[in-house]
């Protein structure tokens, strides 16, 4: 019999973590994983390799950081963050990076269109070319109460939205990812609400944290960190940083995220990090560091407080924590 190690910063009882748990026995109650199973479960273990062209932006990086985002937290090696990822369009455990090798990153191109003046489909290399690049080291906190420390590179959000011109007084931003189940096997299972998507008030996303990322690590982003760009909201619970995004979209209705549309009661719009507001199945007060393994307590948005508390002071009567 083949037992496998376990790897130190494998969290005992969260392989099957909670997130994908829900992914799991929805996919179960609705007959979906039985009746297609083995074609899924096969593509996933698969994981066929594809050849790709050197990327184009490589020489790109790495990036200059910049200073203002430092941390107190040691960084997580590359090598437990590229092992450890949530990409549910490439299956419902933490284990998806040789899955993911699936993603085809170029050609790629990324949409922007709604309330603004200057709609445009961006080839992605023109769209990693047309601003300056920057290092910044983030925190990021997923709800299931694990946390790593990431040197993503990336366009800051609030750069890209000025360059595009949204109408005065839009108010949201929404983001969504591709939607190929040839290329992501995860969207084979029907009832799920394919593809992915986020969304910001506009004020988050004019606020200096949120970042577009191309890279991590000093280098363009690898597939399973949702290549070749995603997001980082670093206050906001890990969710909420959508991965491989192809449209962008300026909206004055609240986008319905991916999460919300599977449980608006565990998972919300807001989703900002709080220790004092539970999960409704577990305790948000301390996390998990990957790589130390170590239970620190949670900070309240995630140490960010001091750039974004004041975005949610006017909002009343709405769940900011989940
Ligand atoms: N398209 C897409 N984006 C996504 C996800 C996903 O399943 N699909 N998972 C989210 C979750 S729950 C987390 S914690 C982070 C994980 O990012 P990482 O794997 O780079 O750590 O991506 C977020 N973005
Ligand atoms: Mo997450």
């Known amino acids: 019999m083949l037992i496998r190690q376990k790897k130190p910063w494998e969290i005992a009882g969260l392989q099957a973590t909670p997130e994908a748990a829900f992914l799991n026995r929805r996919a179960l109650m609705q007959g979906a994983l039985l009746a297609g199973g083995s074609g ?4 996933l273990a698969a994981g066929p390799a594809f050849a790709d062209t050197p ?69 992605i290399d023109d769209l ?3 601003f300056p690049l920057e290092e910044r080291l983030y925190r990021h906190r997923c709800v299931e109460a694990w946390a790593m420390t990431i040197p993503w590179t990336g366009i800051p959000l609030k750069a890209f939205v000025e360059k595009m011109r949204p109408h005065a007084g839009v108010k949201y931003i929404r983001f969504e990812t591709f939607n190929d189940p040839q290329m992501a096997p995860g969207q084979e299972v029907p009832f799920d609400p394919w593809p992915y998507v986020e969304g910001l008030t506009m004020a988050e996303a004019m606020n200096d944290l949120p970042l577009l990322v191309t890279g991590a690590y000093g280098k363009p982003l690898l597939k399973q960190f949702g290549a070749p760009l995603r997001l980082a909201v670093p206050w906001k619970y890990g969710f909420k940083s959508i991965k491989s995004i192809t449209k962008i979209t300026f909206t004055n209705e609240r986008p319905k995220t991916f999460w919300e549309a599977l449980d608006s009661s565990e998972y919300g719009f807001w989703a900002n990090v709080n220790p004092a507001v539970p999960h409704p199945r577990w305790s948000q007060a301390t996390e998990r560091v990957l790589g130390t393994m170590e239970r620190v307590p949670t900070v309240i948005f995630n140490g960010y407080g001091t750039e974004v508390a004041g975005l949610y002071t006017n909002i009343k009567g709405q769940q900011l924590y989940r």
């Open 40 to 43: 899924l479960l096969g593509a």
């Open 55 to 123: 990327d184009p932006t490589a020489s790109l990086y790495p990036a200059k950081r910049n200073p203002a985002y430092t941390l107190g937290r040691a960084l997580t090696p590359e090598s437990v963050n590229a092992n450890y990822n949530n990409f549910y369009e490439y299956g419902t455990s933490k284990r998806i990076a040789a899955a993911a090798q699936q993603l085809k990153t170029r050609p790629w191109s990324v949409t922007v269109d709604g309330l603004v003046d200057k709609p445009k489909t961006w080839a």
């Open 128 to 130: 990693i070319r047309a």
